[in-house]
C-alpha cells in the first residue's frame, strides 16, 4: 500500500462518513464496462465545486489492490451491478493528484520527474526485481509478471493549463509525456483524468486523442454524476426540512440531456449544513475568475453578457475553443470557456448559453461592477425601485424607470419587442428575489411576454403578466392580456394578479406604462 501506487481507501472513507454524501457510485458500472477494452481512455471535465477530488478517491477505493474495500462498496449503488465483485480492488491502481506534483516543482520538466521517481520509488518496494527501469519499461514488465493492468486516476489532470497558461512549450511536454504513458500501452486497463478543462487541441489534433471526453458541453453518460440531480436535492431538502424551491432558485440550472436538472453539489450542500442559502461559490473562488475573461471585451462579448444577466440565452459555437485559458479567437470561445468552468449553463440541444442560477448571476453582477460597466450596474441598482413603483401602481415612475434602463442598457439592439423584452427583463433584475419570471409563458390564446410568479416563500407579493407593445399604446397591452386570456396561465394562483402593459415609441424614444388590478376572487 502506498501513497500514489495501489493507495489505501482512506479518502473515499471520509466521504462517507461526512454528514452529506450522495451515492454517484454507478460511475463505476460505466468504467467497469470499459476497461481493456478501446474506450478505456476516460476524462471527464467539470467545474470546481462538483466533485471531482471525491470521484477520483472513490475510483481509488474501489480498484485498489492495497485496501479491501468490499464492505465499504456493499452498501452502495454500485453493488447491485454485476461488475461489482468481479472487478473491486483487483487492479494496480497510480492515483495522482497533478497539483500536488505541480506546487513542489520548479519547471515542468521538474514535474515530470518527481511524478517518475514518486511513483517509481513506491512500485519498486513491490517490486524490487525491476529496480533500474526506465518508468515505462517498469510498467511492462509488472504487467507482463501478472498480468495485472494497471488503473491510472489522474486529478486536477490540466492544471499545467491553468497555471502555465501561455507556456507552450511546457503544455507540449506534459501532453507527449502523457501520451507516452497511455497511448498503445497493454498494460493500461483504464486511464480515467478529471479536471476542469477538456484536453487541450494543438491544431487539428491533440496529442491524447484516444480520449473520450465528458464535458459540462457534452456530459453524455456522465451527466448523472457531474452534479446533484433534482432527486437527490429534493431528497436532502425533505431530509434536513429546507426550501426546495429556494434551494432550486439558487443552485440549479444547469441542463443536460437527459437530465431535467443538475445542481451545483458543493453549494447545496454548503446551504443544507449552514440552513441558509447564499453565494457560496464566491467563499472557493473570487470574482477576479471571472472578471477576467469579462474584460477581454471581445466584440459581441457585452450584448452577451448583458442579454444573459436579463434571463436570455445566447448561441455559441463551442467547436472553436482551444480548451485552454488563453486562446480566444472570438467571444463565443470565452463564453464556451466559462461553460467549462460553471459560470453559465449550456443547452446542447439548441447550442445555447444561459446563467444557470441566482448564485452565479450575483457572480456575474460582482465582476461587471469591478469592469466599469457603470450603465448596467445603474439598472440593476434601481431595479427594487423599479418594482416598488410597479407594485404600488406608480404608472409614472415605472415608465420613467424603464426609461432609464433603456438608456443605459443601449448595448442591446432595442428595436423589437424581443429586445425590449431582454431590456425590461433587466430593469426587474431585483424582482428574481421573489419571483420566478417566465418569457413567453403559454396561455389562453397565445403567450404572455413576462409572468412573473411569487416564489413559495413570498406568496404575499402579487403575480405579475408584462405585456410589450412596440410603437403602440400601453392600454393596448392591457387589453391584449384580457382578450386573450392570459390570465389563465395563472388560475390556480389565488390572490391579485398585476396586469402591466409597457409601450416603446420608437420615433419619441418615449415609454408608456399602465398597471390594472385583476382580481382573481
Known amino acids: 500500500m502506498g501513497i500514489h501506487f495501489n493507495p489505501s481507501n482512506d479518502g473515499f472513507a471520509e466521504a462517507l462518513r461526512s454528514e452529506i454524501y450522495i451515492d454517484k457510485s454507478n460511475l463505476i458500472a460505466y468504467l467497469n464496462g470499459v476497461i481493456q477494452t478501446q474506450q478505456k481512455y476516460v ?138 504513458i497511455f497511448k498503445d500501452k497493454p498494460y493500461v486497463g483504464l486511464a480515467y483524468m478529471t479536471g476542469i478543462l477538456p484536453i487541450k487541441k494543438y491544431g487539428v489534433h491533440s496529442a491524447l486523442n ?36 429556494e434551494i432550486a432558485a439558487w443552485y440549479d440550472g444547469y441542463r443536460f440531456y437527459g437530465e431535467t436538472a443538475v445542481y451545483n453539489p458543493n453549494s447545496v450542500i ?8 447564499g453565494n457560496f461559490w464566491s467563499r472557493t473562488e473570487t470574482y477576479e475568475a471571472l472578471k477576467i475573461y469579462i474584460d477581454l471585451n471581445y466584440e459581441g462579448l457585452k450584448d ?34 466559462l461553460v467549462h468552468l460553471g459560470y453559465l449553463g449550456y443547452d446542447s440541444q439548441v447550442k445555447e448559453a444561459f446563467i444557470p442560477n441566482k448564485e452565479i448571476s450575483s457572480e456575474f453582477v460582482t465582476a461587471i461592477r469591478g469592469s466599469g460597466w457603470n450603465e448596467i450596474i445603474k439598472t440593476i441598482k434601481l431595479s427594487y425601485e423599479l418594482l416598488q413603483a410597479t407594485w404600488r401602481g ?81 392600454a393596448g397591452a392591457i387589453a391584449q392580456i384580457i382578450d386573450r386570456q392570459y390570465v389563465d396561465a395563472l388560475k390556480n394562483y389565488k390572490g391579485n394578479i398585476l396586469l402591466v402593459g409597457i409601450s416603446y415609441d420608437r420615433k419619441t424614444k418615449r415609454h408608456d406604462c399602465k398597471i390594472t388590478v385583476y382580481n382573481t376572487n
Not at 444577466?309 to 480566444?328: E, K, Y
Open 43 to 180: 476524462c471527464v471535465s467539470r467545474p470546481r465545486r462538483f466533485g471531482k477530488t471525491m470521484a477520483a478517491s472513490m475510483l481509488a477505493a474501489y480498484y485498489s489492490l492495497g485496501c479491501d474495500s468490499a464492505d465499504m462498496f456493499g452498501k452502495l449503488n454500485i453493488a447491485d451491478d454485476a461488475s461489482c465483485m468481479k472487478n473491486i480492488n483487483a487492479y494496480n491502481v497510480i492515483f495522482i493528484n497533478m497539483q500536488d506534483f505541480l506546487s513542489e516543482a520548479k519547471n515542468i520538466d521538474d514535474m515530470i520527474d518527481l511524478f517518475v521517481s514518486d511513483v517509481t520509488e513506491e512500485i519498486v518496494k513491490e517490486y524490487s526485481e525491476y529496480k533500474g527501469l526506465r518508468f515505462v519499461k517498469l510498467l511492462s514488465e509488472v504487467y507482463a509478471s501478472g498480468g495485472t493492468p494497471f488503473i491510472f486516476i489522474i486529478d486536477e489532470w490540466d492544471c499545467i493549463f491553468r497555471i502555465y497558461r501561455e507556456d507552450t512549450i511546457a503544455q507540449v511536454k506534459y501532453l507527449d509525456f502523457l501520451r507516452l
Open 210 to 245: 484516444m480520449f473520450s471526453e465528458f464535458s459540462m458541453v457534452e456530459p453524455r453518460q456522465m451527466a448523472r454524476y457531474t452534479g446533484f440531480t433534482q432527486e437527490e436535492v429534493a431528497g436532502l431538502c425533505a431530509r434536513y426540512q429546507m426550501d426546495y424551491d
Open 270 to 277: 454548503s446551504a443544507i449544513l449552514s440552513r441558509q442559502c
Open 304 to 337: 452577451s453578457i448583458v442579454q444573459l444577466l436579463a434571463g436570455g440565452r445566447v448561441i455559441i459555437d463551442t467547436g472553436g475553443f482551444a480548451n485552454d485559458m488563453v486562446t480566444f479567437s472570438a467571444s463565443d470561445d470565452i463564453l464556451t470557456l
Open 394 to 474: 406608480d404608472n409614472v415612475a415605472v415608465a420613467d424607470y424603464i426609461e432609464s434602463a433603456h438608456l443605459d442598457t443601449s448595448a442591446l439592439t432595442y428595436n423589437n419587442e424581443n429586445a425590449l423584452s431582454y431590456a425590461i427583463s433587466l430593469a426587474y433584475y431585483s424582482a428574481r428575489e421573489f419571483y420566478t419570471m417566465i418569457r413567453e409563458m403559454p396561455s389562453g390564446k397565445g403567450y404572455a411576454d413576462i409572468v412573473f410568479l411569487p416564489r413559495p416563500n413570498h406568496h404575499d407579493k402579487p403575480a405579475m403578466i408584462v405585456e410589450l407593445k412596440c410603437d403602440e399604446s400601453a
